[in-house]
């Protein structure tokens, strides 16, 4: 099995700071990609960022120069560093990967998410 475990949520005021983790384990044959996505109160799951196996970058236009994703070189963990934080990035943070977890198969798995809260 597959388990995603993300960290590093949690209540920060405007302008700040914080660094999400994504730690993947289990039957990880081949990472293709992972990414963060955010689910507000009310709204559809969007993806916020995302960074694939040749380390390039996809960045939602609202985070875009706010946010920062990369990957350690084993493509098993994932980090999103968020600055200058905004109300409207107050979400739960969802870690995603697909990844073969055969030569075969492969799949999207999730985290179970972690919240952000960004307020005064």
């Known amino acids: 099995q597959v388990q995603l475990v993300e960290s590093g949520g949690g209540l920060v005021q405007p302008g700040g700071s914080l660094t999400l983790s994504c730690v993947a384990s289990g039957s990880i044959f081949h990472v293709v990609a992972m990414g963060w996505y955010r689910q507000a109160p009310g709204k559809e799951r969007e993806l916020v960022a995302s960074?694939?196996?040749?380390?390039?970058?996809n960045y939602a236009d609202s985070v875009q120069g706010r946010f920062t994703i990369s990957r350690l070189n084993g493509d098993n963990s994932v980090y999103l560093q968020m600055n200058s934080l905004k109300p409207e990035d107050t979400a739960v943070y969802y870690c995603n990967m697909r990844a073969y977890e055969t030569a075969l198969n492969w799949g999207d798995f999730w985290g179970q998410g972690t919240q952000v809260t960004v307020s005064s």
């Open positions: 960074v694939n196996s040749g380390h390039g970058t």
